[in-house]
């Protein structure tokens, strides 16, 4: 009689087990043993998010060929706080944060689920300064104009991690270290900024000024040395780094991708260029 009840004990744990296992992997939060790999995403104009042009293409083949993941958190230069705060509501509103574009874009709607488990996941992984689990920002164009064309049915739950605009660099780069682990449950991680931005120069007539490429191409060869304590340091690279990144909250995108990084993980780029003089589109996959 004894037996016969610990079996069935044992089966309607078994039962149970499994039920929160199937929602666990739906949320993103079961260990797989499918790494999902990082993105660094070059997003540029809010209007590559209705237009078809090298850019949206590139992002639309690489959404292509990319595993499903259970869940995205993205990184935004469009969002910046006094701490760390990560969305966790379950319908994340589209944020049209710009204006002066046509009706088309800001009538555009990405909607996403969110992914409240996984909010709560990353609020419990992140030692480095507390997390508070945010219930009204929202997707911003950093996000949902890059995932219209990457993932465009909108089906995958999406949060957002925030930049605190108090840190240095450096310490981006280290809480990075840390919600690294995500990619261990089914989480891809998304750096949505770009590595050259100067709204100021941006000139439209002309492709790339040649501080901009200089700039752009003295990042793509640190990457490729895996040289990320001069990434971070990326005020001591000169003229052409200052010009680049007049204000970090697009290069630090950048920064969390890579201290995502595990040291086995290849780096590929994709959208590489600089356009309109200023801002570059080189965007990276890493794993």
Same mark, same amino acid.
């Given at each position: 009689m004894r037996r016969r009840t610990a079996l069935a004990t044992l089966s !309607?744990?078994?039962?149970?087990?499994?039920?929160i296992e199937k929602v666990n992997r739906t949320m993103g939060l079961e260990r797989r043993d499918d790494r999902?790999?990082?993105?660094?995403?070059?997003?540029?104009?809010?209007?590559? #998010?209705?237009?078809?042009?090298?850019?949206?293409?590139?992002?639309? &083949?690489?959404?292509?060929? !990319?595993?499903?993941?259970d869940a995205i958190l993205c990184v935004s230069a469009h969002w910046q706080t006094s701490g760390v705060m990560v969305t966790a509501m379950d319908k994340p509103k589209t944020i049209h944060d710009f204006y002066g574009?046509?009706?088309? !874009?800001?009538?555009k709607q990405y909607p996403a689920p969110g992914a409240p488990a996984v909010a709560r996941k990353t609020k419990d992984i992140v030692r480095k300064a507390p997390v508070a689990l945010d219930e009204s920002w929202g997707l911003d164009h950093g996000t949902w104009s890059v995932l219209a064309k990457m993932f465009p049915r909108a089906d995958?739950?999406?949060?957002?991690?925030?930049?605190?605009?108090?840190?240095?660099?450096?310490?981006?780069y280290e809480l990075a270290r840390e919600i690294k682990k995500l990619r261990d449950h089914g989480v891809l991680i998304i750096g949505s900024g770009n590595v050259v931005h100067n709204l100021r120069l941006l000139n439209r007539s002309i492709s790339a000024f040649d501080w901009a490429t200089e700039f752009d191409a003295t990042v793509?060869?640190?990457?490729?040395?895996?040289?990320? @304590? @001069?990434? #971070?340091?990326?005020?001591?690279?000169?003229?052409? #780094?200052?010009?680049?990144?007049?204000?970090? &909250?697009?290069? !630090?995108p950048l920064l969390y991708a890579l201290g995502?990084?595990?040291?086995?993980? #290849?780096?590929?780029?994709?959208n590489e260029g600089v356009t309109m003089g200023s801002i570059s589109m080189r965007s990276l996959v890493i794993g």
């Open positions: !309607l744990g078994a039962l149970a087990m499994t039920a999902m790999p990082v993105l660094f995403v070059g997003h540029g104009s809010p209007m590559n #998010a209705i237009e078809d042009n090298r850019w949206s293409r590139g992002w639309a &083949e690489l959404g292509a060929t !990319l595993r499903r993941p574009f046509p009706d088309e !874009l800001t009538n995958v739950p999406v949060l957002q991690l925030s930049l605190d605009g108090r840190q240095d660099p450096a310490w981006h793509k060869a640190l990457i490729d040395q895996g040289d990320h @304590r @001069r990434l #971070a340091e990326y005020g001591k690279l000169g003229r052409a #780094a200052q010009l680049s990144v007049p204000t970090n &909250e697009h290069y !630090l995502a990084k595990n040291d086995t993980d #290849a780096v590929t780029y994709f």
